[in-house]
């Protein structure tokens, strides 16, 4: 018999159940990242004008261009992630309504961005004391704006619509 004074005998831990946590977190933090972070390096030519590059130097949290961009970029793909992410865990697979799920968060968000951005940009962050625009908001600067929401919003829809597309398919996936 054991005495009650001595600690208990714990079951060892598999190095493959230790190690299984922190991998789930990073799968986690590379789902959500890496999408937002290809979109960010494909919509880096906006940043040759320098309006935008005013813009993001006048968002919080710091202050700068780079810092500011790479999280404004992650943070703008969160809605496709969670749109896809939605659509795959709550749509019925049966017939296109993946297909058809896809396709409209992808019109919705396009519409969002290219329509949200410009409106954002140029009327709610002026009335919030952030004024980042040198040449006044003139109609250059909504087709900017305009123009940057549908690029990046082109970058997340064009992949939801190919999926919409072989989702469609007879035989679907």
């Known amino acids: 018999m054991i005495p009650a004074i001595l600690p208990p005998i714990h ?3 598999s190095l ?7 991998v789930e977190w990073a799968t986690f933090a590379g789902f959500l990242l890496v999408p937002g972070l290809i979109a960010t390096l494909l919509w880096s030519p906006f940043l040759i004008v320098d ?9 919080p ?17 969160i809605p496709y ?25 992808a019109v919705l968000l396009f519409v969002g961005y ?3 951005v410009p409106v954002v940009t140029n009327v709610a962050l002026p009335r919030l004391a952030l004024d980042w625009d040198p040449t006044g908001y003139g109609p250059s600067t909504w087709v900017l704006l305009a123009a940057g929401g549908a690029s990046y919003a082109l970058l997340f829809s064009i992949p939801f ?10 035989g679907g996936y």
């Open 11 to 13: 079951t060892p831990v």
């Open 51 to 59: 309006r935008i590059r005013s813009l993001l130097a006048a968002l």
């Open 81 to 105: 992630i969670v749109g896809a992410t939605v659509v795959t865990t709550t749509v019925d697979t049966a017939g296109a309504a993946w297909s058809n799920a896809f396709i409209t968060v």
């Open 16 to 22: 493959q159940a230790a190690l299984a946590p922190p």
């Open 161 to 170: 619509v190919v999926v919409s597309f072989l989702l469609a398919l007879p």
């Open 114 to 116: 290219a329509v949200g």
């Open 61 to 77: 949290p710091t202050g700068s261009v780079l810092p500011t961009y790479l999280l404004a970029g992650v943070g703008g793909s």
